[in-house]
């Protein structure tokens, strides 16, 4: 080569040696960000930005209930488009439904598979972080990497959107009023239908049937119109908490389970009965189901039990109503002193009637069914004139308290 090509040859073989180095460093990633600021590789090769590698499965957190203790327990999911494994500190900010902060509470630490479609977070907040909050909780759930260090793993906060506390038993002391009161109101009943105990042989007398009337079933009637009444919680306005502690769930759960009381009483009242031949105006066979007084009791018992704590709940309902700012006090005051005097009035009448009841549509036992037949004929046919003779009518249907 000659001596004038030298310079040439010199400065391809730099550009060569500069091309070589420049694509040798394009080909050789880091496995995972080792210096601040550096990018961390993704499973299809390229770089993640501020907001991608490590992401929440879920859109907001799950609905949770405390338990009992106050212990709060629940599950996320995480998702990584990381080729390497990270490690995690799931923390919580939280606010009580009176204001309160609460946090940051920083949980253990989880690490989450690399290239993972969904790795589960199990998370438990002690009730000791908790301790003197109002519920529900709200508030926020982030996760910070803490291994390997790298500031562009930014992770978006999960939504922490309602945290329910425990049931708080306020239900179980409206429900327990309502039970003393009708085992109270029950029992005077049967003493006074007894004449205070000397004839207590009056307990097994025969009934008829119960009937729904709308003019005298008047507790069934509150305790079925209490429900639609309660339906009333749904309307957007209203808290999903309000003082008395109790839940627009808990509201609509409790009003049903009273409505099915009532509905109970009836089934209750025929548990026991017993299938007797009696006899039309007209001398054919019709066949009752004939109670007992003591199971009648029974079932006005659950009825009444019904109704006082459905006038119980509608109490409470208007007290958070009114705390909600939609009623105002005067308004809730005079609602509250109105139920109080329906539930005096509900005690009172639901005892007169049961002792009215018993002593006029009650009937010893070989008045109610005469003499009985070898078998119960069917309902329909004419009765000869001796079976005629020995059966009774059927008993008066009594209406359902």
């Not at 995480?78 to 990270?86: F, G, T």
Request: aromatic share 8%; glycine share 8%; hydrophobic share 45%.
């Amino acid at each position: 080569m000659s001596s004038a090509n030298a310079p040439l040859t010199a400065a391809v073989a730099v550009a060569a040696t500069m091309l070589l180095a420049n694509v040798s460093g394009v080909q050789q990633l880091p496995k995972q960000p080792t210096e601040a600021g550096a990018p961390a590789p993704r499973k299809d090769g390229g770089a993640v930005s501020p907001t991608e590698g490590i992401a929440f499965v879920d859109t907001v957190f799950p609905a949770v209930t405390a338990d009992r203790d106050g212990t709060i327990t629940a599950s996320v999911f995480v998702r990584s488009s990381l080729v390497y494994d990270v490690c995690v500190l799931p923390v919580a900010v939280l606010r009580s439904a009176s204001g309160g902060a609460i946090g940051p509470i920083e949980l253990p630490e989880t690490r989450i598979s690399g290239s993972s479609a969904a790795s589960r977070l199990s998370l438990t907040i002690k009730s000791a972080d908790l301790k003197g909050m109002a519920y529900p909780l709200s508030g926020w759930l982030s996760l910070k990497v803490v291994e390997p260090a790298s500031p562009v793993l930014a992770v978006k906060p999960l939504e922490i959107k309602e945290i329910s506390g425990p049931g708080t038993g306020t239900e179980w002391i409206l429900l327990r009023y309502a039970l003393i009161l009708a085992a109270v109101g029950s029992l005077l009943a049967g003493f006074a239908a007894t004449k205070w105990g000397k004839e207590s042989g009056t307990l097994l007398h025969r009934m008829g049937r119960p009937e729904w009337t709308f003019a005298t079933s008047w507790s069934t009637n509150l305790t079925i119109g209490g429900t639609i009444f309660s339906g009333l919680i749904n309307f957007p306005g209203f808290p999903d908490h309000g003082n008395t502690l109790l839940s627009k769930k808990t509201y609509m759960i409790i009003s049903l389970m009273l409505a099915v009381l009532a509905a109970l009483a009836p089934l209750a009242y025929n548990l026991f009965s017993k299938t007797v031949q009696t006899k039309s105006d007209f001398g054919a066979s019709t066949i009752q189901s004939q109670g007992y007084v003591c199971m009648f009791l029974v079932a006005a018992f659950l009825t009444m039990t019904g109704a006082i704590a459905q006038l119980c709940l509608m109490d409470l309902l208007v007290t958070d109503v009114a705390a909600a700012g939609t009623l105002s006090s005067e308004t809730a005051g005079f609602w509250h002193y109105l139920l109080l005097l329906l539930q005096i009035a509900l005690w009172a009448y639901s005892i007169f009637f049961m002792t009215k009841t018993i002593e006029m549509q009650s009937f010893h036992k070989d008045d109610a069914e005469g003499n009985q037949p070898s078998r119960i004929l069917r309902a329909g046919i004419q009765l000869d004139a001796a079976t005629a003779n020995n059966v009774r009518p059927p008993l008066p249907n009594w209406s359902l308290l």
